[in-house]
């Protein structure tokens, strides 16, 4: 997984791209206020893209077989648990809550997905 303070982009139709916008958020950790990463905003002409380009992969995702999307959640399910302690670690700062509830949330989403 890459460091997570690098995660600042948008993925739009396969690949992470940086914001065009002018306009920046903070990602501040609610505990101590301290900032995680800024994130570069995209224009209103990148939100459309990838819209459309989710509008298109949806109607190939509908086309899929029920083993084919089992098969999609469960690579999902097995990359959350092959970077279980950093996405952890990412759930709390950017939550202000501890190590337990994002172990919590983290065990309800592998739930779901398996």
């Known amino acids: 997984m890459q460091n997570y303070e690098e995660l600042n982009k948008s ?3 396969g690949q992470w ?13 609610p505990y101590d206020n301290s900032l995680i990463t800024t994130f570069q905003l995209a224009t209103s002409k990148q939100v459309e893209e990838a819209f459309d380009v989710a509008k298109a992969a949806q109607k190939q995702w509908a086309k899929s077989t029920v083993e084919e999307r089992r098969e999609v959640l469960h690579k999902a399910a097995d990359y959350l648990k092959e970077h279980r302690e950093e996405i952890v670690s990412v759930i709390g700062r950017e939550t202000g809550g501890s190590v337990l509830k994002a172990n919590v949330e983290l065990h309800l989403t592998l739930e779901f997905l398996e």
């Open 17 to 29: 791209v940086k914001g065009d916008s002018e306009r920046s958020y903070d990602i501040v950790n």
């Open 11 to 13: 993925f739009i139709n």
